[in-house]
């Protein structure tokens, strides 16, 4: 033990160097052992000690990581650098931290030169040695979209790769947007990891041609419910996105009529769409009619059928037929009508022409030659013929009984069982219109001389054709009956006649002698006795 004193005092704030110099000699630690030297000031109110330990001699060890810089601890003290340390002969632990990261660069241990754990002790001996910690490095990838929203990258970001490692990278645009580039050093979509990496996957808004259209071509459709336009319309729209198309049924334009039949992605008449990748072509399909227009010429000789207004499909075979009104014919088709039918390739105007349509009518009498009036004009003789438009009526008629040389002539009936005088329609193609009458004979008798004697029948009565009269000649006294003119049946004073003219018929009287004369009749004559 020794002891310096100082006699003055020490000024508040002074300070004092006290060199101690202690020899050890023959004293000197070994081994484990150690020799604690303890300097001690007292003064006043205070008092202050420093021990110094003075151990063994000390080896000469190192200590160093791979790669350089790394932390590492020995006996719990941490050094970031390369150390050559004294350390006394025996037992110590070193040990490293794992993983070590910074600025995205990530250190793993992987072993210590002495094939010790991550954490070990040594043992030290005289001379000198060294410990190398060597650590894996692997380097932070760090991945992004720009915009965020508009893709994503695989892999994710924020994952370490070792050293030279060549990542793959994928670039997956959200729907309705598409890749650019890369921003970093990418190449042909790797990028090798031998420093901390930032990689950007760019996109942008991906537009894709849409094509709206009609089949046929040219028909209105409308786009997000805006205002009707002629098809086809383009657009360009994002891909992934919804719009609407739409288009109307029926549609109609001069005598052409366009019926909705279908999409082609079998949509309804209006209906939502989704863009795909690429675009597309969306087709409204149409079934074409055409308008058929038709009448009659003039309008009121006849109909035509079908009514006009009908719309027919396309290449339709239309039938038609045409009617004329009573009194009318049919004369030609004005229009693409090939007989009688017509083919709707178009819209198509056609017209039945009529014209009146007369008809020879003739108008006689049985027998023949008797007086008929037309439309109560004058009588004249049988047969009449006249052209009258079928359809159109008229007054024929006859008068009864009518008499011409000793002949008269009753009315019976009209062929078309008509009355005396009465209205007729003219049929299609006409007609004969016959008014039968019945015939009778005038019988004319007399006597000769009248003073004679009487005949009976009087005359002036008609009979029927074929009719047998019977005729009787009354001599008046002083008369005799002579004979017959005329073609009676015989000579006698009572005979017969047969009516099948006109017959005049005289019963010849004699007068007679105061004498007696007596005649004998025969059937041939009267002979004097």
């Known amino acids: 033990t020794s002891s310096c ?18 020899s050890v000699g023959s004293h000197a ?23 110094t330990t003075i151990n063994a001699s000390n080896a000469s060890v190192s200590f160093s990581t791979v790669p350089a810089g790394l932390s ?10 390369s150390q050559t340390l004294p350390l006394t002969a025996g037992a110590h632990t070193i040990a490293v931290t794992s993983p070590q990261t910074a600025n995205g660069v990530q250190n793993t241990f992987a072993s210590w030169s002495d094939n010790g754990a991550q954490s070990h002790q040594i043992t030290v001996s005289s001379g000198s040695s060294s410990y190398v910690a060597t650590f894996s490095t692997s380097y932070l990838l760090t991945t992004s979209a720009s915009p965020s929203n508009e893709g994503i990258v695989s892999p994710a970001s924020g994952t370490y790769y070792a050293s030279g490692t060549v990542v793959n990278l994928t670039a997956t645009p959200n729907t309705g947007y598409k890749f650019v580039n890369w921003t970093g050093n990418v190449t042909n979509n790797t990028v090798t990891m031998n420093a901390p990496l930032t990689v950007t996957a760019n996109f942008a808004v991906s537009n894709a041609n849409v094509t709206i259209q009609t089949s046929p071509s040219g028909l209105p459709v409308s786009v ?31 005598g052409t009529k366009y019926t909705f039949t279908g999409w082609s992605d079998s949509g309804a008449l209006g209906h939502s769409v989704t863009v795909p990748p690429g675009g597309s072509t969306y087709t409204a399909s149409f079934s074409t009619s055409y308008l058929l227009t038709t009448s009659a010429s003039p309008s009121n000789e006849g109909t035509v059928s079908p009514v006009s207004g009908t719309y027919y499909a396309s290449g339709t075979v239309v039938n038609l037929t ?8 049919f004369v030609n088709w004005t229009g693409n009508v090939t007989n009688n039918t017509v083919t709707m390739n178009a819209p198509q105007t056609v017209a039945a022409n009529f014209a009146v349509s007369n008809a020879n009518v003739t108008i006689k009498t049985s027998p023949s030659g008797l007086l008929v009036s037309v439309d109560n004009g ?4 049988s047969p009449v013929s006249v052209s009258w438009q079928e359809g159109s009526s008229h007054t024929i008629s006859t008068s009864s009984p009518q008499t011409s040389g000793g002949t008269t002539y009753t009315f019976t009936s009209w062929s078309d069982s008509g009355v005396l005088s009465h209205s007729i329609t003219v049929p299609q193609g006409g007609g004969t219109y016959t008014a039968s009458f ?31 009269v019977n005729l009787v000649a009354t001599p008046q006294t002083g008369y005799a009956f002579a004979g017959w003119t005329a073609n009676v049946a015989d000579q006698r004073a009572s005979t017969t006649i047969t009516m099948s003219s006109p017959q005049t018929v005289t019963a010849l009287f004699s007068s007679v002698q105061v004498t007696a004369t007596a005649f004998v009749y025969n059937q041939i004559g009267r002979a004097h006795v």
């Open 5 to 22: 004193t100082r006699t003055s005092v020490m000024p508040q704030g002074e300070t004092d160097t006290i060199l101690l110099t202690v």
């Open 29 to 51: 630690p070994t081994g484990t052992n150690a020799v604690t030297n303890i300097a001690t000031v007292t003064g006043a109110s205070a008092a202050a000690s420093d021990p």
């Open 72 to 81: 590492y601890s020995v006996d719990g003290t941490t050094y970031t650098s």
């Open 224 to 254: 997000d419910n805006g205002a009707a336009q002629a098809a086809p319309v383009s657009v360009s729209w994002q891909e992934g996105s919804s719009h609407t198309i739409a288009t109307t049924s029926p549609q109609s334009a001069t």
């Open 322 to 329: 045409s009617t004329p009104n009573a009194g009318y014919k």
């Open 378 to 381: 004058a009588a004249q003789s």
């Open 438 to 468: 019945s015939t009778s004979y005038l019988l004319t008798t007399s006597a000769s001389p009248t003073a004679g004697g009487t005949v009976s029948p009087p005359g002036g009565s008609y009979y029927a054709p074929g009719a047998v």
